[in-house]
């Protein structure tokens, strides 16, 4: 190392020390107790009881401005929180007596549930993707409360899927745990991922790294793995793993992206983390299993953080049982036939012995595959698969999951297999089936349904589907699931059918006595046509959800728009193409005009922005009034491309790609901007001969974009987050405004470090006290923009665990 370069190091290191010095010293400022309430716990309370004691804290603060003190024993009225064994073990009571407010479960986790339904009372909401905080102050009064409640589901969560770039693909340890911490908030308790082995006659598929397959041998003590195979999670870079294409996106660099979205990418392979340096897949046998090293260490990380939420995970692979290529070979050279029938025995042992070594689990579950189902080897792999996590003691159990066509073969399975086995099965025909009704064949048996809260067939639109699935809800209790879990991609513009997935695992709709509404404007499945009338009416839901979100000014109308738009909006203009999911429509000759009419219920929206008030709701109405109009143009494309002359194709897709552009707040969102831009514009080329016309720079409104929102964290964690920013000009500084949480004396600012492009990042050192911060840029034209949109007067704060 050179004198120059080692300065440089020298002083790089004095000014991070300097900035955790200085952040140290923001985090640890006292706060002044004005409050007549105190928050009182048991001196040895439970890590999960002492969350809802902080949480209590944090959300009454930000409603009223009032910092509660917390501890064990107070003279002044409390919110009183305590574990109460008569009651069963995630069933929770807020009883108001004496001035006091009891908040008690049959469990720890009770108790925190209990606390985040308190929460709910002072007009806040919780989402997948984040949380909702009305704009403006209330001052606290203690509601009178006496109610008791008690989940209808024994199991209650997400399905994320693995495959597309809009999905977990491209999560990292700070996204699992901001949805985990949103699930418990939404008091749910179950998350588990799907894994694709590798199938050659499906070329544009990959096989992916959530689970590692090979012989005990091979599994070292600490998890860690001596022999593997090519896999990988979706990246800006991957093609097939034999074709051109990976699930319809052809690679493409991140900086050859257009109309300003380059500037959200800081590298040209853009993937999850454990994917650095290792796209577009590994190929040496080292860069393998670095890989399932580097996903079993985040599995680690994130399951544990799970479990203390009381959150159970699922991993699990296809039957059959499928042997790569090159583990074959590996096996071959040590000495094993791989075409033994014992062998899959053997491989059972390497995957769970890797498991065991490497991360918590409760469930292992074995998918039957998208295609058509061998029952004889699906239930000779399931007995396998539970006999030698028997002999092994493994500390999960074996579950089975598949499509819809899975749930034909639960009878004659149900006869084959230990009644330990948990049965489940994602709806058919991407949703548009109902719940199966051969889940009451089961019985003295556990069972999941797995609703679609959207398909992927139009997962770059919006999809608002909570009637469908209430109704869902209202089957899967009828026909005895003991789960109710949604299967996704996407967060944020789907949030109403996740807050409709939560409510229900819990309370069934009021309505369900009411008439069954039609689906309309869906695609000619032969299910919609066998099921017609799929929802239940969602009024009453978009009613509390609109007010939350844009304010009881448009609150009625709003619901009233969102009711009718629920399982209807406009789909023609989206599509599946090939191999990939959600391409911009086929070309529409209809004229314009009459297209247009499709979408009458954007401008009914859009006329109600001006009774909007309020920072947040603004924003949150934005948001909406941005997809919606996205949508509309990505119907005036497919009619421009309709036409012989396409003059105005050019202007109508930057159009489109900018009212994107301006709704980007999440990893998802990021996904169907690549997808955009590598499925519709590179690889199916649907814009032809005016590539070069397009634009490079971003024509929107300037934008700071924090895609991951942790507000939770570990206390030996330290915060990271990372900043996007759009703008006409490249943005100069990025600066992080942090305080102590309820402190009045003021901000410290801090500069974020730049990246690339548009992309920066900070890193918080660890603390031991709440704190609260929000970011500001200076965009063109001098013109400061807060992020978040309520900042300062409402902050994003982060309570430390």
């Known amino acids: 190392m050179n004198k120059k370069l080692a300065l440089l190091f020298l002083a790089l290191a004095f000014l991070s020390s300097q900035l955790n010095t200085a952040m140290s010293q923001v985090l640890v400022e006292k706060n002044n107790d004005n409050h007549p309430y105190g928050i009182q716990h048991d001196k040895n309370a439970h890590q999960q009881i002492i969350l809802a004691a902080k949480e209590i804290r944090r959300y009454i603060y930000l409603r009223t401005d009032k910092l509660l003190s917390i501890g064990t024993s107070f003279k002044r009225p409390v919110i009183r929180l305590q574990e109460d064994k008569k009651l069963a073990a995630e069933q929770y009571q807020l009883k108001t007596e004496n001035n006091s407010l009891l908040i008690s479960g049959g469990s720890p986790l009770a108790v925190l549930y209990g606390a985040y339904a308190f929460i709910e009372k002072l007009g806040v909401r919780f989402y997948l993707h984040g949380d909702v905080i009305p704009d403006g102050k209330i001052k606290f009064v203690l509601p009178v409360l006496n109610e008791i409640h008690q989940p209808r589901f024994e199991l209650r969560g997400i399905q994320p899927f693995h495959d597309f770039m809009e999905g977990p693909d491209w999560w990292n340890v700070d996204d699992y745990k901001t949805f985990c911490t949103q699930m418990t908030k939404m008091r749910m308790n179950f998350i588990g991922l799907h894994s694709y082995p590798l199938y050659k006659p499906w070329k544009h598929v990959n096989p992916e790294p959530a689970v590692w397959i090979g012989d005990t041998s091979d599994v070292e003590k600490n998890g860690k793995v001596k022999f593997s195979y090519p896999a990988s999670w979706a990246n800006t870079a991957r093609p097939g793993s034999n074709g051109p294409v990976s699930w319809g996106c052809a690679p493409t660099k991140t900086s050859d992206y257009k109309f300003g979205a380059a500037g959200l990418f800081e590298t040209d392979d853009y993937g999850s983390d454990v994917m650095q340096g290792l796209?577009?897949?590994?190929?040496?046998?080292?860069?393998?299993?670095?890989?399932?090293?580097?996903?079993?260490?985040?599995?680690?990380?994130?399951?544990?953080?799970?479990?203390?939420?009381?959150?159970?995970?699922?991993?699990?692979?296809?039957?059959?049982?499928?042997?790569?290529?090159?583990?074959?070979?590996?096996?071959?050279?040590?000495?094993?036939?791989?075409?033994?029938?014992?062998?899959?025995?053997?491989?059972?042992?390497?995957?769970?012995?890797?498991?065991?070594?490497?991360?918590?689990?409760?469930?292992?579950?074995?998918?039957?595959?998208?295609?058509?189902?061998?029952?004889?080897?699906?239930?000779?792999?399931?007995?396998?698969?539970?006999?030698?996590?028997?002999?092994?003691?493994?500390?999960?159990?074996?579950?089975?999951?598949?499509?819809?066509?899975?749930?034909?073969?639960?009878?004659?399975?149900?006869?084959?297999?230990?009644?330990?086995?948990?049965?489940?099965?994602?709806?058919?025909?991407?949703?548009?089936?109902?719940?199966?009704?051969?889940?009451?064949?089961?019985?003295?048996?556990?069972?999941?349904?797995?609703?679609?809260?959207?398909?992927?067939?139009?997962?770059?639109?919006?999809?608002?589907?909570?009637?469908?699935?209430?109704?869902?809800?209202?089957?899967?209790?009828?026909?005895?699931?003991?789960?109710?879990?949604?299967?996704?991609?996407?967060?944020?513009?789907?949030?109403?059918?996740?807050?409709?997935?939560?409510?229900?695992?819990?309370?069934?709709?009021?309505?369900?006595?009411?008439?069954?509404?039609?689906?309309?404007?869906?695609?000619?499945?032969?299910?919609?046509?066998?099921?017609?009338?799929?929802?239940?009416?969602?009024?009453?839901?978009?009613?509390?959800?609109?007010?939350?979100?844009?304010?009881?000014?448009?609150?009625?109308?709003?619901?009233?728009?969102?009711?009718?738009?629920?399982?209807?909006?406009?789909?023609?203009?989206?599509?599946?193409?090939?191999?990939?999911?959600?391409?911009?429509?086929?070309?529409?000759?209809?004229?314009?005009?009459?297209?247009?009419?499709?979408?009458?219920?954007?401008?009914?929206?859009?006329?109600?922005?001006?009774?909007?008030?309020?920072?947040?709701?603004?924003?949150?109405?934005?948001?909406?009034?941005?997809?919606?109009?996205?949508?509309?143009?990505?119907?005036?494309?497919?009619?421009?491309?309709?036409?012989?002359?396409?003059?105005?194709?050019?202007?109508?897709?930057?159009?489109?790609?900018?009212?994107?552009?301006?709704?980007?707040?999440?990893?998802?969102?990021?996904?169907?901007?690549?997808?955009?831009?590598?499925?519709?514009?590179?690889?199916?080329?649907?814009?032809?001969?005016?590539?070069?016309?397009?634009?490079?720079?971003?024509?929107?409104k300037a934008r700071i974009i924090v895609p991951t929102v942790r507000n939770v964290i570990a206390g030996k964690e330290s915060l990271h987050i990372k900043i996007l920013t759009l703008d006409k000009k490249p943005v100069q500084t990025v600066t992080i405004n942090v305080r102590s949480l309820g402190s009045k004396s003021g901000w410290q600012k801090f500069p974020a470090k730049h990246l690339a492009r548009g992309v920066w990042e900070m890193e918080f050192p660890s603390s031991d006290r709440d704190f609260e911060y929000y970011i500001s840029v200076v965009a063109s034209e001098n013109k400061e923009l807060h992020w978040p949109a309520t900042a300062p007067e409402l902050n994003q704060t982060v309570v430390v665990w």
């Not at 036939?337 to 899959?344: E, L, S």
């Not at 004229?591 to 001006?610: G, N, T």
């Open 279 to 700: 796209t577009p897949w590994p190929k040496t046998t080292d860069q393998c299993n670095e890989l399932f090293d580097r996903t079993g260490l985040m599995f680690a990380d994130v399951f544990g953080y799970a479990r203390k939420l009381g959150i159970k995970s699922s991993i699990g692979i296809e039957t059959p049982f499928w042997i790569p290529d090159e583990l074959k070979e590996h096996l071959k050279a040590e000495g094993k036939n791989p075409d033994d029938a014992a062998m899959v025995s053997e491989l059972y042992r390497g995957i769970f012995k890797r498991i065991i070594n490497t991360h918590p689990l409760d469930y292992f579950w074995i998918w039957a595959p998208e295609r058509e189902l061998d029952t004889a080897k699906t239930r000779i792999d399931l007995q396998t698969a539970y006999k030698v996590a028997k002999e092994m003691h493994a500390p999960f159990d074996i579950a089975t999951c598949g499509w819809g066509w899975m749930a034909n073969n639960f009878e004659r399975l149900d006869k084959s297999l230990s009644k330990e086995v948990t049965f489940s099965c994602i709806n058919d025909a991407v949703g548009f089936a109902p719940v199966t009704p051969q889940f009451k064949l089961l019985k003295n048996r556990k069972s999941w349904a797995i609703p679609w809260m959207e398909d992927d067939t139009y997962m770059t639109i919006p999809q608002l589907w909570v009637g469908r699935i209430y109704k869902d809800a209202l089957d899967a209790s009828k026909y005895g699931c003991s789960g109710l879990m949604g299967i996704h991609w996407r967060t944020n513009t789907i949030a109403p059918n996740f807050a409709a997935l939560a409510q229900s695992g819990w309370e069934l709709p009021e309505n369900k006595d009411s008439v069954l509404l039609d689906l309309k404007n869906t695609p000619d499945w032969n299910a919609t046509r066998e099921y017609p009338q799929r929802m239940l009416p969602a009024l009453a839901f978009y009613r509390d959800w609109c007010e939350a979100q844009f304010g009881k000014n448009v609150a009625e109308d709003a619901a009233k728009l969102f009711s009718a738009m629920d399982g209807n909006l406009p789909r023609k203009h989206a599509r599946w193409d090939g191999d990939g999911p959600g391409a911009v429509g086929r070309p529409d000759t209809r004229p314009w005009e009459e297209v247009k009419k499709e979408y009458a219920f954007v401008d009914e929206f859009l006329q109600l922005r001006s009774r909007v008030s309020g920072a947040g709701n603004l924003d949150r109405f934005d948001y909406w009034s941005y997809q919606f109009q996205y949508m509309r143009a990505m119907a005036k494309v497919c009619c421009t491309m309709g036409k012989t002359d396409q003059r105005e194709l050019v202007a109508d897709w930057t159009n489109m790609m900018t009212l994107l552009l301006e709704t980007v707040n999440s990893p998802g969102e990021l996904g169907t901007v690549a997808n955009l831009e590598q499925h519709s514009r590179v690889a199916m080329n649907l814009l032809k001969s005016h590539e070069m016309e397009l634009p490079e720079n971003y024509a929107g």
